[in-house]
């Protein structure tokens, strides 16, 4: 079975501009997390989707949004970059139904974005 | 204000030692905590714990969960260089009633040969 991928692996922008991120979970799996992770702050809840619709969010400005599409392939985007944005940006798939617990997530090897 | 605490955040033992890596949270909606190892790459998944005081066991690898004192800890008994990570723990909530996972700041183990 194919692993959660994300593209691009690595991204270079410069502050003000926009980027969209792509995650595409395990087969099978209906939910994606997306994560930030900084030597500073850690790794940080951005938001989780399923079935096309998000489910919960963590504290982040409302520049970073997302969707997730019917065949559960879910995007990211950042919108006015700043210097701060510079991370690795994870997503993480789960076979998580439609209640219940947060099962084991899958992740993905990150897309890591430098904002100059 | 919702918080998960590791320690200690950095450690260095030697092969064969044993390590207990600690994880305490103060959360208003919980459910279950969960053990990741990460290594120069995405963070890959050990344990998740929903019931108090029963041990989960792989390997040299086991946790346990105390729900009354709000804790976890993570033992490594007869390390390896390959055990080398940050150790991050999480807390997950009751997806009905929302909330975000919490991650601690991780601990990172270093097993010297």
């Known amino acids: 079975k194919a692993g959660v991928t994300q593209t691009p692996r690595y991204l270079i922008k410069t502050r003000g501009q926009q980027v969209t991120l792509s995650c595409s979970p395990i087969?099978?799996?209906?939910?994606v997390s997306w994560y930030q992770q900084t030597p500073g702050q850690g790794l940080q809840f951005l938001f989780e989707?399923?079935?096309?619709?998000?489910?919960n969010k963590g504290n982040f400005p409302g520049r970073f949004s997302g969707r997730q599409f019917s065949n559960s392939r879910s995007e990211m985007n950042v919108s006015t970059l700043e210097l701060g944005d510079s991370a690795l940006y994870l997503c993480?798939?789960?076979?998580?139904?439609?209640?219940?617990?947060?099962?084991?997530?899958?992740f993905g090897p990150g897309t890591r974005l430098t904002v100059l | 204000e919702d918080k998960v605490v590791q320690s200690p955040l950095s450690l260095v033992v030697h092969e064969g030692d044993t390590v207990t890596l600690n994880c305490s949270y103060e959360?208003?909606?919980?459910?279950?905590l969960l053990w990741y190892k990460q290594e120069k790459k995405a963070p890959t998944f050990l344990f998740m714990l929903?019931?108090?005081?029963i041990e989960k066991k792989s390997g040299r690898l086991s946790s346990i969960l105390d729900k009354k004192e709000l804790f976890s800890i993570l033992n490594i008994t007869a390390t390896q260089t390959g055990d080398s990570a940050v150790y991050l723990c999480?807390?997950?909530?009751?997806?009905?009633?929302?909330?975000?996972?919490?991650f601690g700041q991780g601990t990172e183990l270093s097993v010297k040969p």
């Open positions: 993480a798939s789960s076979s998580q139904g439609s209640g219940g617990t947060y099962n084991e997530q899958f």
């Open positions: 087969s099978g799996h209906r939910s």
């Open positions: 989707y399923f079935s096309e619709t998000q489910r």
């Open positions: 959360v208003t909606n919980f459910r279950s």
């Open positions: 929903t019931s108090s005081g």
């Open positions: 999480t807390t997950a909530p009751i997806r009905e009633q929302g909330g975000k996972l919490i």
